[in-house]
């Protein structure tokens, strides 16, 4: 075992040391193959961002898979805070009774938000901390909502940036507050901000909690603007079936006859064979960095075959040392083993700098900034220094053949 690891690493060393003293002959195959390897890694990381891009920009809007939702809505002008209670009641012994982890309950109001300029009609979003994981929030600034802020005598709120510029981007570590006339002149805090709507005439936006407004809340539990309101869960996709049908049952069960309840089964992602947008894509880009990749190798084996050829008296003085035609045979494949993975490693790391440049990065991202949004996908990278290898390993094939086949009596003759 000790030998064999012990030639094995002699033969990378001999193999890094023939790169070094034949680095002229290499260097230009060695840049096609890093340009090839770039390619291909940025192919992959444009299709794997693009295609979380898109996933989670459905998400934002519809949830994540599987999502159980049900909208309640009153046949009168709103729900009543009875009608609340009781449905809020059955929802959340549901989610005991299932374990379910991630749930949200959603509504919206409207109201009046003093700003340093003056007051200006705001729309608050209702929601429980688990939206923010569930639908994808991605914060310019500060933080979520976390486990205690519910609990705060100064609420939390976490607001557009649109909101954030109307008082005048103040930093989020000083605690700025902004005052609301229409939630009995709360002092609301805030901790965090999102790109939110940005277009002209877009009202400023901020999410409330579900135990903070209703604390602050003249008439607390539903907004007068919307007559009704909507609960989701996260589930485990092979559940969705069993969950909705108890769902549907307890739901109704505490409904009673003025209350309409709309029920919904998110399944986005699920695709079937050739349906998924992204596959045509994601194969798309592999060809071509495999074209490029082919390409960059075919040149590295005529190096390699040239190099062989000029090093017959090298190989026969090893042979003639007591080499073996195996030793040999590793050593010239791995020169250009060692050869592919430096450049791949080096191609790699340009596809990184390539997509970390602002003006490319934002073509496939779709516009998510901030913390979380898509970074450089390992696969990318990982694919590309596997790619070089294999392509080392091919292009060495040829030239070691032919090293192994050298005698000691041609290299005298040489």
Not at 278 to 298: H, P, Q
Request: aromatic letters at 8%; glycine letters at 8%; proline letters at 5%.
């Amino acid at each position: 075992m000790n030998g064999a690891l012990t030639g094995f690493i002699g033969a990378i060393s001999d193999a890094w040391q023939e790169v070094r003293v034949h680095r002229g002959r290499v260097l230009l195959a060695l840049v096609g193959v890093a340009a090839a390897v770039c390619a291909l890694s940025v192919s992959m990381a444009v299709a794997d961002i693009t295609e979380r891009t898109v996933t989670e920009q459905i998400e934002q809007y519809n949830g994540r898979p599987v999502t159980l939702s049900v909208r309640a809505m009153s046949e009168q002008s709103q729900l009543s805070v009875d009608q609340i209670e009781r449905l809020e009641s059955a929802w959340f012994d549901m989610m005991e009774r299932s374990d379910i982890t991630y749930a949200t309950r959603e509504s919206m109001d409207y109201g009046p938000v003093r700003f340093p300029h003056g007051s200006v009609d705001s729309q608050f979003k209702i929601v429980d901390q688990s939206y923010g994981l569930l639908r994808h929030v991605r914060l310019l600034e500060g933080s979520w909502f976390a486990p205690g802020d519910s609990e705060r005598l100064a609420p939390a709120i976490v607001v557009s940036k649109k909101f954030w510029e109307e008082m005048g981007e103040p930093d989020l570590r000083t605690h700025p507050t902004v005052v609301s006339p229409h939630l009995d002149n709360a002092r609301l805090v805030v901790i965090g901000v999102y790109e939110g709507q940005n277009w002209e005439g877009m009202s400023p936006e901020a999410y409330i909690l579900n135990a903070s407004y209703r604390a602050v809340a003249p008439e607390p539990f539903l907004p007068d603007a919307q007559g009704n309101s909507s609960m989701e869960m996260w589930i485990p996709a092979d559940l969705d079936q069993a969950l909705m049908q108890r769902f549907e049952q307890s739901l109704k069960a505490a409904a009673d006859r003025g209350t309409s309840l709309q029920f919904q089964s998110n399944r986005q992602g699920d695709y079937g064979p050739g349906q998924d947008p992204s596959e045509m894509f994601r194969l798309l880009s592999l060809g071509i960095g495999s074209i490029i990749l082919v390409l960059g190798a075919l040149g590295l084996v005529n190096i390699a075959i040239v190099s062989v050829r000029q090093r017959i008296r090298e190989i026969g003085v090893r042979r003639s040392f007591g080499a073996s035609s195996g030793r040999v045979f590793f050593s010239v494949m791995m020169e250009s083993v060692v050869a592919t993975v430096v450049a791949g490693i080096v191609g790699v790391m340009i596809a990184v700098l390539i997509m970390r440049i602002p003006a490319v990065y934002e073509v496939f991202n779709g516009g998510i900034t901030g913390r979380g949004a898509p970074a450089f996908p390992v696969n990318a990278a990982v694919i590309g220094l596997v790619a070089a290898t294999i392509v080392g390993a091919l292009a060495g094939l040829i030239p070691a053949l032919i090293a192994t086949r050298v005698k000691v009596i041609d290299a005298i003759r040489f």
